[in-house]
């Protein structure tokens, strides 16, 4: 499966953005998928994921009630909605499966100034 990463930008702090992952190829609706970050210097670290349904649907505590993870099986979408962003969350994240395959994306950057 290979994923596309986009909607990433430069937002102002309690802004929001919508990023969007599009997979190719077959699979992405029986995987649990997650959205991933790396700040500059920092490890990528999971932020959210989702199993194959939305039934499970998990947050790191840092983006909880800010952060909406969600999926569309039909569209082999995924998405992330990011509201009251903080600069902090600047990033670039990736969307990968949960636990991470080693094919990642380019990753889309998301700049939150203060």
């Known amino acids: 499966v290979q994923l596309v990463e986009s909607g990433g930008g430069l937002v102002q702090a309690g802004g929001s953005l919508r990023l969007s992952c599009t997979a190719s190829?077959?699979?992405?609706?029986?995987?649990?998928m997650g959205w991933y970050r790396q700040a500059p210097g920092k490890q990528r670290v999971l932020v959210a994921h989702?199993?194959?349904?939305?039934?499970?649907?998990n947050y790191v505590d840092s983006v909880k009630g800010r952060f909406t993870i969600s999926r569309d099986n039909a569209k082999n979408t995924m998405y992330l909605q990011m509201n009251s962003l903080k600069p902090e969350d600047t990033a670039v994240y990736y969307c990968?499966?949960?636990?991470?395959?080693?094919?990642w994306g380019k990753g889309t950057l998301v700049t939150v100034s203060s």
């Open positions: 989702i199993i194959k349904g939305t039934s499970s649907i």
């Open positions: 190829g077959s699979g992405f609706s029986a995987k649990a």
């Open positions: 990968n499966s949960a636990p991470p395959s080693a094919r």
